[in-house]
């Protein structure tokens, strides 16, 4: 199969054709849900940076303590890193190293991915188990941060536990169902040129 047999666009989750029903539907409703969760996560680094332009603005004009600020921005861009990573994930976009992947055999290569994309599989499994064990013990023991603000650390370890799952679906449907790998062209190698 090739980079061109492959559904386009969101909806389609990028799953080759012939991927039974099941795993299909799972991957079109994934792909919904990423592209919804990236569009909040953009908005939610935006308002981080407002916010971050806000507190400086009152520290330097106003003088004012703004201990709110930082938390709010730092929420913020916990999660947006960790709700959106399934969406860059399902376009492979997360760092990944391609020295030796345009010199491989197609085959070759495409087992490599399935192998790396298994082992994400489990890293990422382990570490969704753990993070709602932290979520869930943050929102049993009402752990606060330590400012005088004091917002309840369950937020964030929400955030984390719910893009950690999300994340491991999106492996998981790779896994299930990968991607054609492409030939690559004549001098180039995979993914260049």
Same mark, same amino acid.
């Given at each position: 199969?090739?980079?061109?047999?492959?559904?386009?666009?969101?909806? +389609? #989750?990028?799953?080759?054709?012939?991927?039974?029903?099941?795993?299909?539907?799972?991957?079109?409703?994934? +792909?919904? !849900?990423?592209?919804?969760?990236? /569009?909040?996560?953009?908005?939610?680094?935006? +308002?981080?940076?407002? /916010?971050? $332009?806000?507190?400086?603005?009152?520290?330097?004009?106003?003088?004012?303590?703004?201990?709110?600020?930082?938390?709010?921005?730092?929420?913020?861009?916990?999660?947006?890193?960790?709700?959106? +990573?399934?969406?860059?994930? =399902?376009?492979?976009?997360?760092?990944?190293?391609?020295?030796?992947?345009?010199?491989?055999?197609?085959?070759?290569?495409? #087992?490599?991915? &399935? /192998? #790396?994309?298994?082992?994400?599989?489990?890293?990422?499994?382990?570490?969704? &188990?753990?993070?709602?064990? !932290?979520?869930?013990?943050? &929102?049993?023991?009402?752990?606060? $941060?330590?400012? =005088?603000?004091?917002?309840?650390?369950?937020?964030?370890?929400?955030?984390?536990?719910?893009?950690? =799952? @999300?994340?491991?679906?999106?492996?998981? @449907?790779?896994?299930?169902?990968? #991607?054609?790998?492409?030939?690559?062209?004549?001098?180039?190698?995979?993914?260049?040129?």
């Amino acid at each position: 199969m090739r980079g061109a047999e492959l559904d386009k666009g969101p909806a +389609a #989750a990028r799953l080759p054709r012939g991927t039974p029903a099941p795993i299909r539907l799972a991957g079109k409703a994934l +792909a919904f !849900l990423n592209h919804a969760i990236a /569009v909040v996560a953009a908005v939610a680094v935006v +308002a981080a940076g407002v /916010v971050m $332009t806000e507190e400086a603005m009152v520290r330097y004009f106003l003088h004012a303590s703004a201990d709110w600020q930082d938390e709010t921005a730092i929420f913020l861009l916990v999660g947006a890193t960790f709700l959106s +990573a399934a969406y860059v994930q =399902s376009r492979r976009g997360h760092v990944a190293i391609e020295a030796v992947g345009g010199l491989l055999p197609v085959r070759v290569e495409s #087992a490599r991915r &399935w /192998v #790396a994309d298994l082992l994400s599989f489990f890293f990422c499994g382990f570490f969704t &188990w753990k993070s709602w064990i !932290l979520w869930h013990e943050a &929102w049993v023991e009402g752990y606060a $941060t330590f400012s =005088s603000w004091a917002p309840p650390l369950w937020i964030p370890y929400l955030a984390m536990s719910v893009g950690m =799952s @999300l994340l491991t679906l999106q492996i998981a @449907l790779q896994v299930l169902a990968p #991607a054609p790998v492409e030939p690559p062209k004549e001098g180039h190698a995979h993914g260049h040129g």
